[in-house]
């Protein structure tokens, strides 16, 4: 795992790099950038090259635990560093309400004041790594010109280092992290001189001092008898792990806020049995002082049992890494989604270079995605494998039970039937995906060397695993849904439009983006003997049920044309229906009936939005067409119709409120723009007319309401 406890070194010491002159060349440059800007603390990630994976190979000011959900990221990772590497930019982030709104899954995890500043390490042809650097509070300005451009060149020249150490064969490892001086514990002269021992030993309230890792350097007798520890017991342990009524995430959460922030925090927690005390954090850049006192009442203090060092690690390792995986899993919509995340954010998280995700079909293995095998074939292959075969992946998503292989021939041993099926890694943990109690899947994360899985690793994974379960079975759920939704609109919606004597159509359809992606948007041309017909509606909703309701208005509206209804028949008889159906959806419609010969049209209107019809002068107008309420309101409602003259070169626009409506957006400006849009390019073909009309539309990331557009030409 990434995470180390705070009582484990940051980063391998030995190895460091030496480029030039034995030197450790990314301390040094860090420091140098760091005191430069006046930073409070930063780190230097390098980037792997198989896979592409940034590392954190020395970090300052602060401890490494803090940033332990980035320890290892991808480039495809929603953090600065990588958007910085990825984009070779810098990455300029100047509080924590901007965090919130452009890295959600970084605040969530730090949501403390600081401004953060990310640059790539990068010559012209290769990118070697990234930098960032923070600052506690909030800063009035952006980095100045004179900070980035010193910055820039600083990484510039990391770059170039980096570059002549590859050439050179030389390889670069990760250093120690620049954090304060060691702990002096039980030496006069930690405070300063005797005598300020001797006065902060008076005092009658509690004081102790931590270093970065929260560890105790000093503590006076009043905060040793208020917490019920004595002093030896404190010096050089964390606080919270020797007092265990303090191992709680919340106090913790104040004391890396006072890191973060370099502002005073403060709390006040319960003392078993029913003694509250106030904590005071006092931080500066090597550290925190701390004040103890009483918070409310006065009980005689009881004596508290020490825990030794080591026995409770800290959480905040565990705790963040929770819960940037539990953000981003919540972002997860389809079961590619989830594949692709575990691929960027947990097996790089754990040291995994392959994956595999599989689920169960009628009684088979279904491969749902894979990442890192060089060859597909090694993976695909099991597609459509029983459950009852003898191999790891069918036994474990059949028994819910975890299989770790720490090697080939371990795996080879215990399942003979994968002799000859080698896949290229050389460790496996499969772990099993189970959901409600039900295993919906396996999740496989291959090693490309041998690897030992300790207790406490097989314990992280497995618990990593029940979250991915949640994720895969809601993803599973999903696309489902969306098969079949979409299934269900292709047949519903017309897959061409007739070709008609006298008139020219096109049509488009685009699904909201959210939901499913279906929506009950939908059109018809209908070949009705002299006299076609052509229909745009709009169901309320985005989901199968308005999909189906939409199935049944089409059919409805091409029932009663063949019968021979006029118009205002038509419409009033599909209103009648809904209202027998007992649906709490209503419709919006527009139904026009064309007669070519004579250059005229009838329309009746439902609700829906005015149609506009470009002149074959060019001009466009906004046709006031009579109408009635939606359908499936009023049983008794009347749908007048309304003719209009429709010449040769004559062009109808039809389209449902999602082409013309937006939140924040006018009606009014959004229809006249449409109009313009239409007038400037009305003389294209319709096909490309069409595209032309809904390109803005159709480039959207999001897109609230589906949209249909129909385009009518009269020819001569």
């Keep these: 795992m990434v995470g180390v406890a705070d009582d484990q070194p940051s980063a391998p010491a030995p190895d460091t790099a030496t480029v030039s002159g034995g030197h450790p060349v990314l301390s040094l440059a860090l420091a140098a950038m760091m005191e430069d800007v006046h930073a409070h603390s930063g780190a230097v990630y390098l980037l792997g090259a198989d896979p592409p994976v940034l590392e954190m190979a020395v970090m300052a000011g602060l401890p490494r635990a803090f940033a332990a959900p980035w320890e290892r990221v991808t480039l495809h990772a929603p953090v ?61 300005t952006e980095l100045s010109e004179r900070e980035l451009r010193r910055l820039t060149a600083a ?17 670069v490892h990760p250093e120690p992290d620049l954090l304060a001086a060691p702990v002096v514990g039980g030496a006069p002269g930690t405070l300063g001189s005797l005598e300020a021992v001797r006065m902060v030993g008076r005092l009658p309230y509690g004081l102790c001092s931590l270093d970065l890792h929260g560890r105790v350097g000093f503590a006076n007798p009043a905060a040793a008898e208020l917490m019920g520890v004595p002093v030896a017991e404190l010096i050089g342990t964390h606080l919270w792990t020797s007092v265990p009524w303090l191992n709680d ?81 919540s972002e997860a919509v ?68 975890p299989a770790f292989f720490e090697s080939w021939e371990q795996l080879e041993r215990l399942y003979p039937a994968r002799r000859g099926t080698h896949d290229g890694f050389a460790a496996w943990a499969f772990l099993p ?10 999740c496989v994360l291959a090693y490309s060397r041998p690897h030992s899985f300790t207790t406490e690793e097989r314990a992280i994974l497995t618990s990593l695993a029940g979250l991915v379960a949640q994720a895969l079975d809601r993803a599973l759920v999903y696309d489902a849904k969306y098969r079949l939704a979409h299934g269900l609109q292709d047949a519903l919606l017309p897959h061409s439009l007739p070709l008609l004597p006298g008139v020219e159509a096109a049509a488009r359809y685009l699904p909201a983006t959210r939901g499913m992606d279906i929506g009950g948007d939908f059109y018809d041309l209908v070949p009705a003997g002299g006299a076609p017909v052509a229909v745009i509606g709009d169901v309320q909703g985005h989901n199968v049920t308005a999909a189906g309701l939409m199935g049944q208005v089409r059919t409805a509206v091409r029932a009663y044309t063949a019968v021979g209804q006029a118009p205002e028949e038509v419409v009033r008889s599909t209103n009648r229906l809904l209202i027998d159906l007992g649906t709490e959806l209503f419709v919006s419609c527009l139904y026009l009936r064309l007669d070519a010969a004579r250059g005229r049209a009838t329309l009746a209107r439902a609700g829906h939005p005015p149609p506009l019809l470009r002149r074959p002068d060019g001009r466009v107008e906004v046709l006031d067409v009579a109408g009635g309420p939606l359908l499936g309101i009023d049983p008794s409602a009347a749908y007048p119709c309304t003719e209009i003259d429709l010449a040769p070169g004559s062009l109808l626009a039809l389209y449902t409120d ?4 937006s939140p924040g957006a006018d009606f009014e400006d959004a229809l006249a723009d449409l109009g313009h849009r239409l007038a400037d390019a009305g003389d294209l073909p319709l096909d490309a007319l069409a595209d032309r009309l809904v390109r803005d539309e159709a480039g959207a990331e999001e897109r609230p309401d589906d949209i249909a557009l129909m385009l009518l030409r009269a020819k001569g």
Excluded at 278 to 300: E, M, Q
Excluded at 433 to 442: D, K, Q, W
Excluded at 658 to 661: C, D, H
Aim: aromatic share 6%; hydrophobic share 45%.
């Design 433 to 442: 995906l189970i959901a409600s109690g039900r295993p919906v899947g396996t």
């Design 334 to 401: 389809g079961v590619r989604d989830v594949v692709q995340l575990i691929a960027d954010e947990i097996a790089p998280t754990v040291g995994s270079q392959g994956l595999v995700v599989l689920g169960s079909r009628a009684g088979r293995l279904h491969v749902l995605g894979h990442r890192g095998y060089p060859d597909p074939r090694a993976v695909e292959r099991f597609d459509g494998t029983p459950l009852t075969e003898a191999i790891p992946g069918a036994q474990v998503l059949r028994t819910g039970v």
């Design 80 to 140: 600065p560093v990588a958007d910085a590497v990825r984009e070779r930019r810098t990455v300029w982030v100047g509080d924590e309400e901007e965090m919130a709104r452009r890295y959600p899954r970084v605040a969530v995890v730090l949501p403390y004041p600081f401004a953060l500043v990310a640059l790539p390490v990068a010559t012209e042809s290769t990118a070697y790594g990234a930098v960032f650097l923070t600052w506690p509070g909030a800063r009035a």
């Design 249 to 329: 995430p919340v106090y913790e959460d104040r004391y890396r806020a006072a890191l973060f922030s370099q502002h005073a925090t403060s709390f006040v927690a319960l003392r078993p049995p029913g003694d509250w005390l106030s904590f005071r954090l006092y931080p500066t850049r090597t550290g925190l002082s701390v004040r103890i006192s009483r918070a409310r009442g006065v009980s005689r203090p009881g004596s508290a049992g020490a825990v030794p060092d080591g026995a409770a690690p800290p959480r905040l390792v565990t705790i963040s890494q929770v819960v940037s995986l539990t953000g981003a899993l």
């Design 155 to 171: 990484c510039e020249r990391l770059a170039v280092r980096l570059e002549r150490a590859a050439a050179a064969s030389v390889p």
């Design 658 to 661: 999602g082409l013309v409506e």
